[in-house]
């Protein structure tokens, strides 16, 4: 896939109030200071449109990017930065869970986690939880330049391991650098495929009522 155009669209805390156009949508979601926007900006060939911050916790919206009038990319708020209040993040945890328990057109939460570091327990938990509501998603492993090849294939080791410990098979991996460029195709041509798998059950799905939960994501 070859992104042509790729527009900044609407934030908001209440997803209610997101885009219904029935389009595909794909979120991308991690740890703070995971290079989620350094990512974004990679892979759809723009230097601004998800901003960058040196400052952890700094998007706290949920960010809609229309992708070649075709599909969604959702820049969703971090989790797990221990700077921010208890106050905001049981609120970015009501954001998170409400985004994913009641959006029918999300097909697939891309979870982003430094390859820099061995497994981190708050990493599994949101996967355990996204696994635990039937939502799919795949693990993008990002700053992979910032590691020796060995270095690297050391800590994804380390991670298929541990999460095979829980579940009976991996997801969808992929390996990233915003700096290289190292998996935008990879990653660009999986949404394409899913695309093309749910293009005519989209239309079907939006008009279905939203799950509602109580569960907090953590």
């Excluded at 934030?11 to 974004?40: C, H, M």
Aim: aromatic fraction near 10%.
């Amino acid at each position: 896939m070859k992104i042509k155009k790729a527009e900044f669209l609407i934030s908001n805390t209440d997803v209610s109030k997101a885009p219904q156009e029935p389009l595909p949508e794909y979120a991308f979601i991690g740890r703070s200071n995971v290079g989620k926007s350094s990512l974004i900006n990679m892979l759809t060939n723009q230097k601004k449109l998800a901003k960058t911050s040196g400052t952890p916790g700094k998007t706290q919206l949920i960010n809609h990017f229309k992708i070649n009038d075709d599909w969604y990319l959702v820049d969703l708020p971090g989790y797990g930065y221990a700077k921010t209040s208890k106050s905001s993040r049981k609120k970015f945890q009501k954001l998170i869970t409400d985004y994913f328990t009641k959006r029918r057109n999300m097909v697939n939460a891309f979870v982003l986690v430094d390859a820099r570091h061995e497994p981190q327990k708050i990493d599994m938990a949101f996967m355990r939880w996204l696994g635990e509501h039937g939502i799919p998603f795949s693990i993008v492993f990002t700053k992979a330049d910032k590691l020796s090849s060995n270095e690297l294939g050391k800590n994804l080791r380390k991670y298929k391991m541990k999460f095979l410990q829980e579940w009976q098979s991996l997801p969808k991996t992929f390996t990233t650098s915003a700096t290289s460029k190292l998996g935008k195709d990879d990653i660009l041509n999986y949404i394409e495929q899913l695309n093309e798998m749910v293009k005519d059950e989209i239309p079907k799905l939006m008009q279905k009522p939203a799950n509602k939960t109580n569960n907090n994501a953590e």
